[in-house]
Protein backbone atom coordinates (compact mmCIF):
# COMPACT_ATOMS: atom_id res chain seq x y z
CA UNK A 1 0.00 0.00 0.00
CA UNK A 2 1.26 3.20 -1.07
CA UNK A 3 1.96 5.89 1.81
CA UNK A 4 1.92 9.87 1.01
CA UNK A 5 4.82 11.21 2.79
CA UNK A 6 5.30 14.28 4.63
CA UNK A 7 8.03 16.14 7.02
CA UNK A 8 6.76 15.54 10.44
CA UNK A 9 8.25 18.83 11.52
CA UNK A 10 9.39 21.76 9.83
CA UNK A 11 10.45 25.60 10.99
CA UNK A 12 11.35 29.00 9.15
CA UNK A 13 12.03 32.22 11.12
CA UNK A 14 9.73 35.17 10.44
CA UNK A 15 10.02 36.48 6.59
CA UNK A 16 11.98 33.43 5.59
CA UNK A 17 10.75 30.98 2.91
CA UNK A 18 10.01 27.38 3.57
CA UNK A 19 9.21 24.52 1.26
CA UNK A 20 6.81 21.33 2.48
CA UNK A 21 7.10 18.41 0.55
CA UNK A 22 4.64 15.55 -0.62
CA UNK A 23 5.75 12.18 -1.51
CA UNK A 24 5.16 8.55 -2.22
CA UNK A 25 6.56 5.80 -0.24
CA UNK A 26 6.85 4.32 -3.78
CA UNK A 27 7.20 6.41 -6.80
CA UNK A 28 6.85 10.11 -8.10
CA UNK A 29 4.43 12.40 -7.52
CA UNK A 30 3.44 14.32 -10.83
CA UNK A 31 0.85 16.38 -11.85
CA UNK A 32 -2.01 13.79 -12.35
CA UNK A 33 -1.89 12.81 -8.76
CA UNK A 34 -3.75 16.81 -8.59
CA UNK A 35 -2.02 17.42 -5.25
CA UNK A 36 -3.70 19.61 -2.78
CA UNK A 37 -2.37 21.32 0.28
CA UNK A 38 -4.93 22.30 3.34
CA UNK A 39 -3.71 24.42 6.50
CA UNK A 40 -5.12 23.79 9.75
CA UNK A 41 -4.88 25.36 13.10
CA UNK A 42 -5.54 23.10 16.39
CA UNK A 43 -9.27 23.30 16.86
CA UNK A 44 -10.25 25.00 13.32
CA UNK A 45 -11.46 23.39 10.75
CA UNK A 46 -8.72 22.73 7.49
CA UNK A 47 -8.89 25.99 5.33
CA UNK A 48 -8.13 25.10 1.32
CA UNK A 49 -4.55 26.47 -0.14
CA UNK A 50 -3.91 24.83 -3.13
CA UNK A 51 -5.79 22.56 -5.34
CA UNK A 52 -4.58 20.79 -7.93
CA UNK A 53 -0.77 21.33 -8.07
CA UNK A 54 -0.61 25.13 -7.93
CA UNK A 55 -4.44 26.31 -8.01
CA UNK A 56 -4.83 28.79 -5.38
CA UNK A 57 -8.22 28.28 -3.31
CA UNK A 58 -10.24 31.82 -3.32
CA UNK A 59 -8.83 34.30 -0.76
CA UNK A 60 -5.16 32.65 -0.19
CA UNK A 61 -2.74 35.18 -0.63
CA UNK A 62 -0.13 34.28 -3.11
CA UNK A 63 2.24 34.25 -0.80
CA UNK A 64 1.67 30.42 -0.56
CA UNK A 65 2.52 28.73 -3.66
CA UNK A 66 2.38 25.02 -5.34
CA UNK A 67 4.32 23.09 -7.60
CA UNK A 68 6.11 19.69 -8.72
CA UNK A 69 10.23 19.60 -7.53
CA UNK A 70 11.58 16.63 -8.50
CA UNK A 71 9.47 13.62 -7.74
CA UNK A 72 7.63 15.01 -4.85
CA UNK A 73 4.49 18.02 -4.46
CA UNK A 74 5.58 20.84 -2.89
CA UNK A 75 4.29 23.83 -1.26
CA UNK A 76 6.09 26.81 -0.74
CA UNK A 77 5.78 29.68 1.15
CA UNK A 78 7.42 33.06 1.61
CA UNK A 79 7.11 35.68 3.85
CA UNK A 80 6.43 33.89 6.28
CA UNK A 81 4.69 35.65 9.18
CA UNK A 82 3.62 34.41 13.12
CA UNK A 83 0.15 33.33 11.60
CA UNK A 84 1.27 30.67 9.65
CA UNK A 85 2.41 28.42 12.19
CA UNK A 86 -0.18 25.57 12.02
CA UNK A 87 -0.67 21.66 10.62
CA UNK A 88 -0.26 21.33 6.61
CA UNK A 89 -1.93 18.53 4.84
CA UNK A 90 -1.63 17.47 1.53
CA UNK A 91 -3.33 15.19 -0.20
CA UNK A 92 -2.54 12.72 -3.63
CA UNK A 93 -5.40 11.08 -6.05
CA UNK A 94 -4.57 7.54 -6.20
CA UNK A 95 -7.24 6.55 -9.06
CA UNK A 96 -10.39 4.79 -8.90
CA UNK A 97 -11.83 7.89 -7.23
CA UNK A 98 -9.54 7.59 -4.30
CA UNK A 99 -7.47 10.40 -2.25
CA UNK A 100 -5.06 9.77 0.16
CA UNK A 101 -3.80 12.72 2.81
CA UNK A 102 -0.05 12.70 4.51
CA UNK A 103 0.77 12.51 7.87
CA UNK A 104 1.11 16.31 8.01
CA UNK A 105 3.35 19.13 8.37
CA UNK A 106 3.89 21.13 11.72
CA UNK A 107 5.56 24.06 10.74
CA UNK A 108 7.02 26.02 13.82
CA UNK A 109 7.88 30.02 13.42
CA UNK A 110 10.02 31.44 15.15
CA UNK B 1 -19.55 32.79 0.87
CA UNK B 2 -19.89 29.18 1.07
CA UNK B 3 -21.74 26.89 3.73
CA UNK B 4 -21.36 23.97 5.21
CA UNK B 5 -23.26 23.02 8.19
CA UNK B 6 -22.35 19.34 9.26
CA UNK B 7 -25.29 17.55 12.28
CA UNK B 8 -25.75 14.18 13.53
CA UNK B 9 -22.73 13.09 15.37
CA UNK B 10 -22.76 11.87 19.43
CA UNK B 11 -22.06 9.05 21.47
CA UNK B 12 -22.84 5.68 19.93
CA UNK B 13 -21.80 2.03 21.41
CA UNK B 14 -19.75 -0.06 19.22
CA UNK B 15 -21.41 -1.59 16.38
CA UNK B 16 -24.31 1.11 16.50
CA UNK B 17 -25.30 3.09 13.68
CA UNK B 18 -25.01 7.08 13.29
CA UNK B 19 -26.05 9.40 10.50
CA UNK B 20 -24.52 12.76 9.67
CA UNK B 21 -26.09 15.27 7.68
CA UNK B 22 -24.16 18.66 5.99
CA UNK B 23 -26.32 21.19 4.41
CA UNK B 24 -25.19 23.70 2.09
CA UNK B 25 -25.68 26.94 1.64
CA UNK B 26 -24.57 30.52 -0.70
CA UNK B 27 -23.42 28.07 -3.58
CA UNK B 28 -25.02 25.63 -6.60
CA UNK B 29 -24.52 22.23 -4.47
CA UNK B 30 -25.70 20.26 -7.10
CA UNK B 31 -22.99 21.26 -9.82
CA UNK B 32 -20.18 19.95 -6.77
CA UNK B 33 -18.62 16.46 -6.07
CA UNK B 34 -18.97 16.46 -2.00
CA UNK B 35 -16.99 14.42 -0.20
CA UNK B 36 -16.28 13.20 3.67
CA UNK B 37 -13.23 14.01 5.61
CA UNK B 38 -12.12 12.64 9.44
CA UNK B 39 -9.67 13.43 11.80
CA UNK B 40 -9.46 11.08 14.93
CA UNK B 41 -8.19 12.59 18.29
CA UNK B 42 -4.46 14.29 17.86
CA UNK B 43 -4.26 12.29 14.32
CA UNK B 44 -4.41 13.65 10.85
CA UNK B 45 -6.75 13.63 8.00
CA UNK B 46 -8.03 10.95 6.50
CA UNK B 47 -10.54 10.96 3.20
CA UNK B 48 -13.29 9.20 3.56
CA UNK B 49 -16.00 9.18 1.30
CA UNK B 50 -16.83 11.07 -2.20
CA UNK B 51 -20.34 11.73 -4.20
CA UNK B 52 -20.56 12.56 -8.14
CA UNK B 53 -23.11 15.64 -8.49
CA UNK B 54 -25.75 13.05 -9.40
CA UNK B 55 -24.94 10.45 -6.94
CA UNK B 56 -24.27 8.17 -9.79
CA UNK B 57 -20.59 7.85 -8.87
CA UNK B 58 -19.50 7.08 -5.04
CA UNK B 59 -16.22 6.10 -3.42
CA UNK B 60 -14.57 4.98 -0.05
CA UNK B 61 -11.59 4.78 1.45
CA UNK B 62 -11.05 0.95 2.22
CA UNK B 63 -12.03 0.92 6.20
CA UNK B 64 -15.41 1.84 5.63
CA UNK B 65 -16.75 -0.04 2.47
CA UNK B 66 -19.88 -1.92 3.37
CA UNK B 67 -20.28 -0.11 6.39
CA UNK B 68 -20.49 3.67 5.46
CA UNK B 69 -22.92 4.95 2.29
CA UNK B 70 -22.90 8.29 1.31
CA UNK B 71 -26.02 9.78 -0.31
CA UNK B 72 -27.06 13.28 -1.50
CA UNK B 73 -30.34 15.16 -1.52
CA UNK B 74 -30.01 18.39 -4.41
CA UNK B 75 -33.39 19.38 -3.66
CA UNK B 76 -32.45 19.89 -0.33
CA UNK B 77 -29.01 21.08 -0.69
CA UNK B 78 -27.85 18.39 1.40
CA UNK B 79 -24.86 15.23 1.66
CA UNK B 80 -25.02 12.65 4.11
CA UNK B 81 -22.98 9.69 5.28
CA UNK B 82 -24.33 6.75 6.80
CA UNK B 83 -22.57 4.91 9.03
CA UNK B 84 -23.51 1.41 10.31
CA UNK B 85 -21.28 -1.17 12.28
CA UNK B 86 -19.35 1.47 14.58
CA UNK B 87 -15.69 0.90 15.76
CA UNK B 88 -14.11 2.49 17.93
CA UNK B 89 -11.38 3.32 15.33
CA UNK B 90 -14.03 5.18 14.12
CA UNK B 91 -14.19 8.29 16.21
CA UNK B 92 -13.53 11.56 14.74
CA UNK B 93 -14.10 14.69 13.96
CA UNK B 94 -16.09 14.18 10.60
CA UNK B 95 -15.63 17.31 7.96
CA UNK B 96 -18.46 17.78 5.15
CA UNK B 97 -16.63 19.01 2.29
CA UNK B 98 -17.33 20.61 -1.18
CA UNK B 99 -14.95 19.46 -4.69
CA UNK B 100 -13.05 22.34 -6.05
CA UNK B 101 -15.73 24.02 -9.11
CA UNK B 102 -12.88 23.67 -12.05
CA UNK B 103 -10.02 21.69 -10.82
CA UNK B 104 -9.98 18.13 -9.36
CA UNK B 105 -9.65 17.91 -5.70
CA UNK B 106 -11.00 16.04 -2.41
CA UNK B 107 -11.77 19.57 -0.62
CA UNK B 108 -12.27 23.22 -1.58
CA UNK B 109 -14.69 24.79 1.25
CA UNK B 110 -14.91 22.49 4.63
CA UNK B 111 -17.85 22.70 7.42
CA UNK B 112 -16.72 22.90 11.08
CA UNK B 113 -16.97 19.42 11.72
CA UNK B 114 -19.55 17.22 13.89
CA UNK B 115 -17.95 14.88 16.46
CA UNK B 116 -18.14 11.07 16.43
CA UNK B 117 -17.80 8.75 19.15
CA UNK B 118 -17.77 5.18 19.06
CA UNK B 119 -17.27 4.31 22.96
CA UNK B 120 -19.02 1.74 25.16
Known amino acids: QTVVTQEPSFSVSPGGTVTLTCGLSSGSVSTSYYPSWYQQTPGQAPRTLIC???TRSSGVPDRFSGSILGNKAALTITGAQADDESDYYCVLFMGSGIWVFGGGTKLTVL | EVQLVESGGGLVQPGGSLRLSCAGSKFTFSSYWMNWVRQAPGKGLEWVAS????????YYVDSVKGRFTISRDNAKNSVFLHMNSLRVEDTAVYYC?????????????WGQGTLVTVSS
Open chain 2, 51 to 58: IKQDGSEK
Open chain 1, 52 to 54: STN
Open chain 2, 97 to 109: ASAPEVVPGPADY
